[in-house]
């Protein structure tokens, strides 16, 4: 069984670089793309990007000046940078597994399965 | 960029009725690209529903989905007491990559 788990401060302050980790056990990263997803307190869903284990990424437009993902395939894990944060960025950060990497086209392989239980980061001085 | 809307809001309902929960895209999705999630307070989403109409491993086979081209269905057909949650579907798309609709809330009536 595929678990996340996500680490990483739970305050950031204004302008700061937000830093989360995704540790994964019970499987490789290998075959999948792995996202970070969040939620703000108003319980809207933002996918922010994926990454794969060769770090080929994709991000979601509307972030992608501010973000940067990177995977360490040595410790199973995958990471996110977020910049200049401001309280907008309040929310609960998950990493989940999902899309399928490669060559894929039935329909098992465009959503996101397994999700990490969350972090709450706070952006506030 | 297809953007998704949820409808019901809210859906007031008691154990054992039939819940019929709507996501509507504003562009033709494939039916490979939509899913549907269940999500319980201070709970990660969990994956009901992929490619449409597939259950997710361990999902009861009393939630279905359904839909095709703009127009997706999920339907439980016997509310039990731990259906009650908020219900999201997700597009996989072109940019950005996902999207997720804005929810319907299934509450005890």
């Known amino acids: 069984q595929v678990q996340l788990h996500e680490s990483g401060p739970g305050l950031v302050k204004p302008s700061e670089t937000l830093s989360l980790t995704c540790s994964v056990t019970g499987g490789s990263l290998s075959n999948y793309y792995w996202s970070w997803i969040r939620q703000f307190p108003g319980m809207g869903l933002e996918w922010i990007g994926y990454i794969n284990y060769s770090g080929s990424n994709n991000y979601n437009p509307s972030l992608k000046s501010r973000i940067t993902m990177s995977v360490d395939t040595s410790k199973n894990q995958f990471s996110l940078k977020m910049t200049s944060v401001s309280a907008a960025d309040t929310a609960v950060y998950y990493c989940?597994?999902?899309?399928?990497?490669?060559?894929?086209?039935?329909?098992?392989?465009?959503?996101?399965?397994?999700w990490g239980q969350g972090t709450l980061v706070t952006v506030s001085s | 960029e297809s953007v998704l809307t949820q409808s019901p809001g809210t859906l007031s309902l008691s154990p054992g009725e039939r819940a019929t929960l709507s996501c509507r895209a504003s562009q033709s999705v494939s039916s490979s690209y939509l899913a549907w999630y269940q999500q319980k307070p201070g709970q990660a989403p969990r994956l009901l529903i992929y490619?449409?109409?597939n259950r997710a491993t361990g999902i009861p086979d009393r939630f279905s989905g359904s839909g095709s081209g703009t127009d997706f269905t999920l339907t439980i057909s016997r509310l039990e007491p731990q259906d009650f949650a908020v219900y999201y579907c997700l597009q996989y798309g072109s940019s950005p990559l996902f999207t997720f609709g804005p929810g319907t809330k299934v509450d005890i009536k």
């Open positions: 490619g449409t109409s």
């Open positions: 989940a597994r999902g899309p399928r990497s490669g060559y894929c086209t039935s329909s098992s392989c465009f959503h996101v399965d397994y």
